[in-house]
């Protein structure tokens, strides 16, 4: 067991003080308090001061609580890191998904004539649905020749 | 009995405090009331300390633990919360003490714990007058004195979470402890 002295005495006195300690130890400090005036008055002190505390003024507690409860910034929690991730996935995902599909449906079919790029097309096709669709192009990018060719059509 | 009712009435286990501080950062408010309950006689009693000041004790009272629970996703758990909180409520405390300065208008108000019955051969001192005459000795120590002498009697810490809150060795906790201690005793006698 450690030798008991004054500074040891000192060291556990809030110990000893909470009845934080063995019995043993409790004992022993005891009969060394009981013999020891400095230590008796060091126990008397510290008692004094473990048994004197401030009082909380009158309001303060639900003062502070609607301080705490209405001024907390936002926090990045679990749930909301979860929610934030999958809202991502979904927008990339989707904007993704959209790029992909848009043009693939206008490439399924065959290709838009194009004046710049198409001098001459395919007799006897023109690709005005899909032009529409892609919405490359315009009825004013068509020759009068496919222009009286479509209204046939859409007589039909 | 209410949660409320039943967790006040025991001490913090740490799975109780660990689960208390999961809920306060998710944002439930009973955690939070919860914990401003359980800690803010000790957050007041050092901004009390720290301030001499009632008016400015409860605004840095206040501002310990809107910070604290605001920051709660920094809190790593490497010491606990209650020292945590201690620490944050001594920066709050000296930054309006300097803010302000230190004023002694408003009295504190101390209050008399009741000694628990006892058996001790040496008899606690104990009246009001003794009290106040305590806490003016307490007053007149320096302040890293005082509040080692304090942290530890009346709240209990260790020396290594004296360390943690007044941000210092524990080394120098223990000898601020030592230090107060005998000057009171040389005052008091």
Redesign the interface.
């Known amino acids: 067991m450690r030798e008991i002295n004054c ?1 040891h005495v ?2 556990v ?3 000893l ?4 300690l063995d019995a043993v130890t409790t004992a022993s400090l ?1 009969a060394h ?2 013999r020891c005036e ?1 230590c ?18 009158a309001g ?2 639900q ?3 609607a ?3 209405g ?3 936002f ?3 679990r ?1 909301r890191m979860a929610a934030a991730a999958t809202i991502a996935v979904a927008v990339i995902g989707g904007s993704t998904w959209l790029s992909q599909m848009l043009p693939r449906h206008g490439t399924n079919s065959a290709p838009m004539p194009v004046a710049e790029t198409t001098a001459a097309p395919a007799a006897g096709f023109i690709g005005v649905d899909d032009a529409f669709v892609s919405g490359t192009s315009s009825l004013s990018d068509l020759t009068v020749e496919e222009l009286q060719k479509l209204l046939v059509e859409m007589g039909s | 009995m209410s949660e409320i009712a039943r967790l006040n009435a025991k001490p913090a286990t740490e799975a109780d405090e660990a689960s208390l501080l999961s809920r306060a950062r998710s944002g439930d408010r009973e955690a939070t009331e919860l914990l401003v309950r359980r800690y803010l006689r000790d957050v007041y009693d050092l901004t009390a300390r720290v301030l001499s000041d009632r008016d400015l004790a409860q605004d840095a009272a206040q501002d310990a633990f809107v910070n604290a629970l605001g920051a709660l996703h920094r809190f790593r758990g490497d010491s606990s919360f209650k020292t945590w909180l201690l620490r944050i409520a001594l920066n709050s405390a000296r930054s309006i003490g300097r803010r302000k300065g230190r004023r002694r208008e408003v009295a504190l108000e101390l209050v008399e714990e009741t000694p628990a019955e006892s058996t001790d051969a040496v008899e606690r001192i104990g009246t009001a007058t003794e009290a106040k005459k305590m806490e003016e000795l307490l007053q007149k120590l320096p302040e890293k004195q005082r509040l080692a002498v304090t942290l530890r009697l009346q709240q209990g810490l260790s020396y290594e979470e004296v360390a943690a809150a007044l941000d210092c060795s524990e080394g120098a906790a223990r000898v601020n402890y030592h230090l107060g201690l005998k000057r009171l005793r040389e005052w008091a006698t």
């Open positions: 500074e000192r060291d006195l809030p110990d003080l909470s009845d934080r005891r308090i009981a400095e008796q008055t060091d126990y008397a002190v510290a008692a004094r001061i473990a048994d004197t505390r401030y009082r909380v003024p303060l507690e003062r502070v609580i301080a705490s409860v001024r907390r910034g926090q990045w929690t749930g």
